[in-house]
């Protein structure tokens, strides 16, 4: 079968140093133990797993202060979503070692609307609700900003004259970059005075131009990823949309079904930037191997 193999996919640097951050704390004998990862590091099964077989405990729950209650000692990890002051603060007051593996363009964001506050300004943050990443940079501005998704959530956000004077928009670094296109257009048309940060990191948006483009023409594009990865989930819906190409995710290569390539020629292939590239490269073997019809 002939196989597209979308380039870039697959791991971002800031999933690479998170990764590499904790495979260096583990072997650290002079940390504080137990450590404990306050979320997934990455949002990949696979990934956690690994690092599980090197002693490193990872933690979940709704939200990050909530994952850090049930932490009584050692080594905490903040992952490369980052989190906000206040969980900072809280595993400080437990006396709790603290590594912080926050990529450095979420990190970027989290400034950005410090400083746009501080100067007086009000901020619709585009963002998944849910999401770790949003929880972190909202937690910067407690009161200031407003999580939106969509437009509806736009208008049901009531500002004082004072707020409308002075708006910003800010991003989730993860997001479709066509999606938040439309939705900065209508704040914009409702708020022509905003101004808009658009903070779509540069791996995630190479990653959805990649497939924009070189996933046309193919019969389906495998998206390899987990579920709970937002870029990951946004690449299945760049396919969809603009390069008109129906899609899948799948976690790895067991998931893949073969029904799916009956009557298939061609398939284009991407990973999410917190996809181990071992995961997608089982996939490209099998179907590079793969007879259609066969
Ligand atoms: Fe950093 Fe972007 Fe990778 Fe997220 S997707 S870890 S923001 S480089």
Redesign the pocket.
Known sequence: MEVIKISPRGY????VDALKIVRQAAKDAALPRPIYVIGQIIHNRHAIEELSGMGVITLDGPDRLTILEQVKEGTVIFT?HGVSPLVKQRAQERGLHCIDAT?P??TVTHDLVRDLVAKGYYIFYIGKKGHPEPEGVMGEVPGHASLIETEADVDAVTLTPEQEKKLAVSTQ??LSWWDTQRVVQYIKQRYPQTEIFVDI?R??QTRQEAVAEQAQGADLTIVVGDPRSN?TNRLVQVSEELAGVPAVRIEDLSQLKEEWLKGKKRVAVTAG?STPSQLTRAVIRFLEDYQPGA
């Open positions: 971002c640097y800031g999933v490369a990529c363009d979420v670094t993860t990191c791996a995630t870029n930037a």
